[in-house]
């Protein structure tokens, strides 16, 4: 600086001094980054925990694929910050009022000062957004996203997946008398190869193929794989438009029509009231029948969005004298029965949705229709007297989203084209900032037909059940949230599990979540079902009862965490019948150096049938999140390690073992291990190309 330019009076020399000083502290601000309170796997022990009705993992692929690119919360939209499903609406908007009142956020230790954000919801954060970036205002209006900056700013990933059993199943061996069911027709390996390009929430596209273990490659029709998605979405920020073709997944309101709204358990109502524009998302799991093959667009003006979708697909079936008996949809087709029912079914699907917006209320109209290539007649049993039978299904619904002051209501109303009825509400009442409580009333007609809804029910189709759910999330202080829900349940007519009409159920749960310590978590959840089911062997039914106890502590350092854990079950029949089960298990995650990553899991577990089995989330790669069910008595362990070579590679390996010490045979049939070891070994290698910076 030249001499002559030098501040000399003293009111020049403050505002340098003040200059310098914001220089200094923005840069802080810029260069500022937090450690996630919890790992992903800890993150599903919160959030979806596992338990006897098991988990649709397929769906978590695109939740964790948010974990893996945290957004940027002083940058980030709030469309963005709707993609979170832990967030509801009130809690987004609350987010971002903080963030334009104060400039943007210092610290995740400013997420305290917000409204509505409890103990839970900020550690869920901590792991999807990051807090390393000065603020910087966003109005999407004036955002222009051109293809080029897309292009530019995006990620390129080639994952490519060997699973290798040390093992030998039954179905590989040759039987004495050969059938088209009681070998497979492939090698016992598994692969998967997935190409995948990213841009934040504005453009994504891909290629998955897919080899199941036992199915064969290259022949049988397979070319080369028996399962291959590809997927092309665009949705360009300040923009009123946006499309996907390909393989997608729809939702919508509560998900009596189309998808899954909601991620976990009652626990999470309070904050799953959401009012989501976006309609569909890329479907990017290796889930072979839980999607939809075609094109999907949106449109919106000032206060309206609507949204179109075609789709056309083959389905697995098995089809006799022109009739559709059975649809099959865990994508394997290893015998010479499963590849005979591949791709049998034509399946052509359309509807959209027609959405009015104000300040404080939402209306949602939307319809879907589906029609099969042939009549789908299912074999007559005592528990599916009521499903759909016929060609063709059609599916309206009236939804609702109403946010005014402290109460939220979300809700949704559905007809078939038979004027079967099905409607589910949910309200949330925030009495203050540490308690929040909600209710939820279902009742859905045995008779209704809903093809893709995936509502919160107990039963595992939006059908036959009526129900309420009462529920509340306390906070009696910062570190410390309690949550606890009942729900009250009917089945009008007989299910697969209860032969009678008319079968009723409870359940409930309690949870405890404290921070002991700034790294140190202290979890207590206990779980009860009461339900009645038929009696085996007879045609009446009796309340059967499971109890689950779980206490968990969850410590975060910056390299490593460490998770231990302890389960109970206790399982009691009305005729008299009791059984019981514990497990000891710890979870590790540690980043060696800045090239290395381990995760590592053990457990020891005794259990005296499956209806006692205890549950656990192990470290897994992307995509493949696995909650266990242990029975009987044995050990498990995991062992994953993944290298980083150079700025892109990375390779991994991840061996699993089982050992049972009370059996020498696992599973039956043509699934059969005849050794009470079980040992697999998983090869990983990862390509990512990042944008510059």
């Known amino acids: 600086m030249p001499l002559h330019s030098i501040p000399s009076s003293p009111l020049q020399l403050k505002l340098l001094l003040v200059a310098l000083l914001c220089g200094v502290f923005s840069g802080l601000r810029a260069q500022m980054k937090q450690e996630a309170e919890l790992n992903w796997e800890d993150f599903l022990s919160e959030y979806c925990p596992a338990d006897e009705e098991g988990l649709d993992v397929q769906q978590l692929e695109w939740l964790e694929s948010l974990a893996q690119s945290p957004l940027q919360i002083n940058r980030a939209s709030r469309e963005n910050l709707l993609q979170l499903p832990f967030l509801s609406t009130a809690q987004v908007d609350s987010l971002l009022a903080y963030r334009e009142r104060k400039k943007g956020f210092l610290s995740p230790g400013d997420w305290m000062m917000v409204s509505g954000m409890d103990f839970t919801t900020r550690r869920f954060l901590s792991l999807f957004v990051s807090c390393d970036s000065a603020w910087t205002p966003v109005v999407a209006e004036a955002r222009s996203s051109t293809r080029r900056n897309i292009w530019?700013?995006?990620?390129?990933?080639?994952?490519?997946?060997?699973?290798?059993?040390?093992?030998?199943?039954?179905?590989?061996?040759?039987?004495?008398?050969?059938?088209?069911?009681?070998?497979?027709?492939?090698?016992?390996?598994?692969?998967?190869?997935?190409?995948?390009?990213?841009?934040?929430?504005?453009?994504?596209?891909?290629?998955?193929?897919?080899?199941?273990?036992?199915?064969?490659?290259?022949?049988?029709?397979?070319?080369?794989?028996?399962?291959?998605?590809?997927?092309?979405?665009?949705?360009?920020?300040?923009?009123?438009?946006a499309f996907v073709v390909g393989d997608y997944e729809l939702y919508l309101n509560r998900g009596l029509l189309f998808g899954k709204t909601l991620y976990g358990g009652p626990e999470r109502f309070g904050s799953s009231l959401r009012d989501d524009d976006r309609f569909f998302r890329p479907h990017t799991s290796s889930d072979e029948s839980s999607f939809f093959r075609g094109a999907a667009a949106t449109f919106s003006g000032r206060h309206w969005v609507g949204g179109v979708f075609g789709s056309y697909r083959q389905a697995d079936a098995r089809i006799e004298e022109g009739e559709i008996l059975t649809f099959y949809t865990n994508g394997l087709h290893r015998t010479l029965n499963e590849i005979d029912h591949r791709q049998q079914a034509d399946v052509w699907a359309g509807g959209g949705f027609l959405r009015w917006k104000s300040k404080h209320l939402s209306l949602t109209l939307a319809n879907s229709v589906t029609h099969f290539s042939q009549m789908v007649n299912p074999t007559l049993r005592f528990y599916n007297s009521y499903v759909f039978r016929g060609q063709t299904a059609v599916t309206s619904s009236l939804g609702y989203f109403l946010n005014y002051g402290k109460w939220t209501a979300q809700g949704e109303g559905a007809f078939d084209n038979g004027m079967h009825f099905a409607t589910e509400h949910l309200v949330s009442f925030r009495a203050g900032p540490r308690l929040t409580a909600y209710a939820q009333a279902r009742f859905l007609t045995p008779e209704f037909v809903s093809l893709y809804g995936e509502v919160q029910t107990r039963n595992t189709r939006p059908r036959n059940e009526g129900g309420v759910i009462l529920g509340c999330n306390l906070s009696p202080f910062n570190q410390w949230q309690i949550s606890a829900w009942l729900d009250f349940y009917r089945f009008p007519q007989p299910t697969y599990t209860a032969c009678q009409p008319g079968a009723k159920g409870l359940d409930f749960q309690v949870q405890s979540l404290l921070s002991l310590k700034r790294n140190l978590t202290w979890e207590m959840r206990y779980k009860g079902r009461m339900r009645q089911r038929t009696v085996t062997n007879e045609k009446i039914l009796e309340y059967r009862q499971t109890h689950r106890l779980r206490n968990a502590f969850r410590w975060n350092g910056r390299t490593m965490s460490v998770t231990g854990q302890f389960d109970a079950t206790l399982a009691t029949r009305q005729t008299g019948e009791t059984n019981h089960g514990w497990m000891c298990s710890t979870r590790v995650a540690w980043n060696a150096t800045k090239h290395w990553?381990?995760?590592?899991?053990?457990?020891?577990?005794?259990?005296?049938?499956?209806?006692?089995?205890?549950?656990?989330?192990?470290?897994?790669?992307?995509?493949?999140?696995?909650?266990?069910?242990?029975?009987?008595?044995?050990?498990?362990?995991?062992?994953?390690?993944?290298?980083?070579?150079?700025?892109?590679?990375?390779?991994?390996?991840?061996?699993?073992?089982?050992?049972?010490?009370?059996?020498?045979?696992q599973s039956s049939g043509t699934e059969e291990i005849r050794s009470p070891w079980k040992n697999d070994l998983s090869l990983q290698l990862r390509y990512v190309l990042k944008p510059k910076k």
């Open 152 to 241: 530019k700013s995006g990620t390129h990933a080639l994952e490519t997946r060997f699973n290798v059993p040390f093992y030998r199943r039954a179905g590989y061996e040759t039987p004495s008398s050969p059938s088209r069911s009681n070998y497979y027709v492939g090698d016992p390996w598994a692969h998967w190869l997935r190409y995948r390009f990213t841009s934040g929430s504005q453009c994504s596209y891909g290629l998955i193929l897919q080899k199941d273990a036992g199915e064969p490659v290259a022949k049988e029709g397979f070319y080369p794989y028996d399962y291959l998605s590809a997927h092309f979405l665009f949705r360009p920020e300040g923009k009123r438009w």
């Open 597 to 665: 990553q381990l995760k590592g899991f053990l457990s020891y577990f005794s259990a005296t049938d499956y209806e006692s089995s205890l549950y656990a989330y192990e470290p897994n790669w992307q995509g493949a999140a696995t909650s266990t069910a242990f029975f009987d008595r044995g050990i498990h362990a995991v062992a994953m390690a993944e290298c980083k070579v150079g700025t892109r590679l990375f390779l991994g390996a991840r061996f699993s073992s089982t050992r049972y010490f009370n059996r020498s045979t």
